[in-house]
């Protein structure tokens, strides 16, 4: 079966499709134990994608109704889309961080018309346009993939082993792409004797080529102010450290060499902050900031939810520069500018 992949050691791989998303597929990983199959990520909730993943089990000798487990790298639909429904087959137990469990929590409490009052005040205090605000006014539940996403029934804690009988499956928190993104680190020589420690499923925190998104998650009823940057470069240095021999990533391809992605990436940052830099030495909303940022298209061609994506993350730069003491919000402007100390 092309859409099945076995990476030795008792680890295979389903590609399953997220429909209309140049990324693709989701790479679900499934990891034998001694009490059945656990899957790394279930995919995206779509009647295709779950045959896909029927399918492909079916091809590595299992059922959807065997699966033992599901251990979730983070809350993302592209993740944790087919859970609910892996679990229904099977009784499974779902795990994933607190961190990511709470946003699941709240999603499915949210009612859309606070989120959507939320979402416009957020805007304006962001200083984007009233065209570009007025939409969310008003606006009503629509049918939005992830509204109601599977409740986890087991918390992931940093640092603990996984309860897969027979393996040893390390839970290594990595915050920055969501609160609660964990990666799990397989502590088991590598099958093919590559040189290093084990293997590490990196959901989305590290890919072959692609820099992951770095937004702000925000909690209407919470009022810390985060640094979600801050913690992705944290969270990568975190898997340098271990240095494993592979890493298993959620999108594209495994790779080796964890230590040059991981220095490409914190070397990308770095001058990413810096050109930000230079754009400040106006003083800049973080909707004018992510106007004149680069993208991987120009500004007025970007999609309504996308320039949302945007702003979230030219915040999340802004929230880092500030941190650093690299800049600061203009004393009583509103909406709030920044500017380079
Ligand atoms: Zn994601
Ligand atoms: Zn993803």
Not at 112 to 136: D, I, N, S
Request: hydrophobic content about 40%.
């Amino acid at each position: 079966m092309t859409n099945t992949h076995d990476h030795g050691g008792g680890v295979r791989s389903v590609r399953v499709p997220i429909p209309d998303n140049p990324l693709g597929h989701t790479l679900v990983y499934v990891v034998d134990t001694d009490r059945g199959p656990v899957l790394i990520d279930t995919g995206w909730d779509d009647p295709a994608s779950w045959d896909t993943l029927a399918d492909g089990l079916a091809a590595c000798g299992t059922a959807p109704a065997e699966i033992h487990g599901v251990v979730i790298t983070h809350h993302h639909p592209d993740h944790h889309g087919l859970s609910g429904k892996v679990r229904e087959a099977s009784g499974a137990w779902i795990a994933m961080h607190a961190a990511d469990a709470a946003i699941v929590r709240r999603t499915r409490s949210a009612e859309p018309e606070r989120w959507f009052t939320y979402m416009a005040a957020k805007l304006t205090a962001a200083g984007a346009p009233e065209e570009h605000v007025a939409p969310l006014r008003g606006a009503r539940r629509r049918n939005l993939p992830g509204l109601s996403p599977a409740l986890p029934d087991r918390e992931i804690v940093p640092g603990d082993l996984l309860p897969l009988p027979g393996r040893r499956l390390r839970a290594i928190w990595t915050p920055g792409h969501t609160p609660g993104h964990v990666c799990l680190h397989l502590e088991e020589a590598h099958p093919a004797g590559l040189p290093g420690n084990g293997r590490l499923f990196s959901g989305d925190h590290v890919l072959p080529e692609i820099t992951p998104h770095i937004g702000l998650y925000e909690d209407p009823d919470d009022a810390t102010i985060t640094d979600p940057l801050g913690d992705y470069l944290d969270s990568l240095e975190r898997v340098a450290r271990l240095s494993p021999a592979e890493i298993l990533p959620a999108h594209q391809h495994p790779f080796t060499d964890a230590g040059t992605r991981v220095a490409d990436l914190l070397t990308h940052h770095e001058s990413r902050l810096t050109d930000l830099l230079s754009l400040l030495s106006d003083p800049l909303t973080a909707w004018q900031l992510a106007e004149r940022m680069e993208w991987n298209r120009p500004w007025d061609q970007i999609p309504y939810g996308s320039r949302n994506i945007a702003v979230s993350e030219a915040e999340s730069h802004l929230r880092r520069l500030v941190k650093l003491g690299r800049a600061e919000a203009v004393a009583g402007s509103n909406p709030v500018t920044y500017t380079a100390v």
